[in-house]
């Protein structure tokens, strides 16, 4: 009798998100629309974010961390996703990360997010580069609290 065929999950490094690759089904991306109902606009390139690693918060089915809030990276911030388990500062040259520090732009996943302000820790957000997804977790009064400035 033959065995059924197991699959493993695969273990993701911290910061590390899954990418498609040429053998793997074609993912599609959700329509790029921010919290604000217009275009998604990017989140960083250097480094780059997104579960796409394509410098935008786009998101998916199979993106199940939700990586859909552009946040700017606070020590405050860092210290507490370190704290929590997902370490985010530590350069991990073996996965090419080199590590995220404040200032820095990155998409992160919702859940996380509304911890940190539901722990009083969370970055500010870039609102026209957070995915309408996001709002599927934290609601938009939550990420406006925490809007960038914008100059007038």
């Avoid at 498609?20 to 990017?42: Q, R, S, W, Y």
């Avoid at 796409?52 to 020590?75: I, K, L, Y």
């Avoid at 009083?120 to 009064?141: F, K, N, S, W, Y």
Wanted: proline share 10%.
């Amino acid at each position: 009798m033959a065995r059924p065929e197991t699959r493993r999950a695969r273990l993701l490094p911290l910061g590390a998100a899954p990418r498609p690759c040429e053998h793997a089904p074609m993912i599609h991306k959700d329509p790029g629309f921010n919290v604000l109902g217009t275009n998604l606009a990017p989140c960083s390139g250097d480094p780059v974010t997104g579960f796409f690693r394509d410098g935008h918060c786009n998101t998916c089915p199979e993106d199940q961390g939700s990586h859909t809030v552009c946040a700017v990276m606070t020590a405050e911030f860092l210290a507490f996703s370190k704290y929590v388990g997902n370490d985010l500062s530590t350069p991990r040259p073996e996965f090419n990360f080199a590590g995220l520090q404040p200032g820095d732009h990155w998409c992160l996943c919702a859940a996380r997010f509304l911890q940190a302000h539901d722990e009083g820790c969370a970055p500010q957000v870039d609102l026209a580069a957070t995915h309408q997804r996001a709002l599927d977790i934290v609601p938009l009064r939550v990420l406006a609290q925490h809007a960038t400035k914008t100059a007038p």
